[in-house]
């Protein structure tokens, strides 16, 4: 299967802390995404790291790819209420033309 | 000004009708998707176009059709509806620059209810 999976599949954080989410996928690929979908809406990318980069920063955002590990993570800072979404990450598999999305992680941050 | 837009937003139909959705894009993209989000969320690629042509058709059933008039429209037309067609489905568009996607930019969705 293409699917990769992402973890925990729900995080549930108090304001001000830290999330983190995982990322694992099974194939070669050029770049990978983060992407946002709050409830009932549509998906928002958030930053996108290429498979020659190990780190990305964006504001509040950092994310890691490891492709020895074919792994990646998106930490969240100072999380804030609004943050409260599910966060998904996608790769660009190498020869292929579309993304391929992993399962999703539901945040909640708690005011 | 919304950049990809998708209409209707909600759809309620009884099985066997058949029902379009339409996907507009003002973004100057030259590659346009439709996806499915079932319940569980999972997001699956179903069809991509790229300058009109169809590049992605996934183990989609035929009942499904997309139809590109022009770069900036996908439309997704599906036949013979079934229960299990029930599900989100979101159009997204790209520039692709060179054979790998980029970020995408996505509809609001089209939240379909077969009954």
């Known amino acids: 299967s293409q699917q990769g999976e992402e973890d925990p599949q729900a995080l549930s954080i108090q304001e001000g802390e830290n999330a983190t989410m995982n990322c694992s996928y099974k194939?070669?690929?050029?770049?990978l995404q983060w992407y946002r979908q709050n409830s009932g809406r549509g998906l928002v990318h958030l930053i996108l790291i290429r498979s020659n980069e190990r780190e990305k920063h964006s504001g509040r955002l950092r994310v890691t790819l490891d492709t020895s590990k074919k792994s990646s993570s998106l930490l969240i800072t100072a999380s804030r209420a609004a943050d409260t979404a599910s966060y998904f990450c996608a790769w660009a598999q190498t020869g292929a033309n579309n993304l391929f999305f992993g399962t999703g992680t539901r945040l909640t941050v708690i005011p | 000004d919304t950049a990809v837009s998708q209409t209707p937003k909600y759809l309620v139909t009884q099985m066997g009708n058949d029902k379009s959705i339409k996907c507009e894009q003002n973004l100057g993209h030259d590659t346009m998707y439709w996806y499915k989000q079932d319940s569980k969320k999972f997001l699956k690629i179903m069809f991509s176009y790229n300058n009109k042509e169809l590049i992605i058709n996934e183990t989609v059933p035929n009942r499904f059709s997309p139809k590109s008039p022009d770069k900036a429209h996908l439309n997704l037309h599906i036949n013979s509806l079934e229960l299990g067609d029930s599900a989100v489905y979101f159009c997204a568009s790209s520039a692709r620059t060179s054979g790998s996607p980029y970020e995408q930019y996505f509809g609001p969705g089209t939240r379909l209810t077969v009954t």
């Open positions: 194939t070669s690929i050029n770049n």
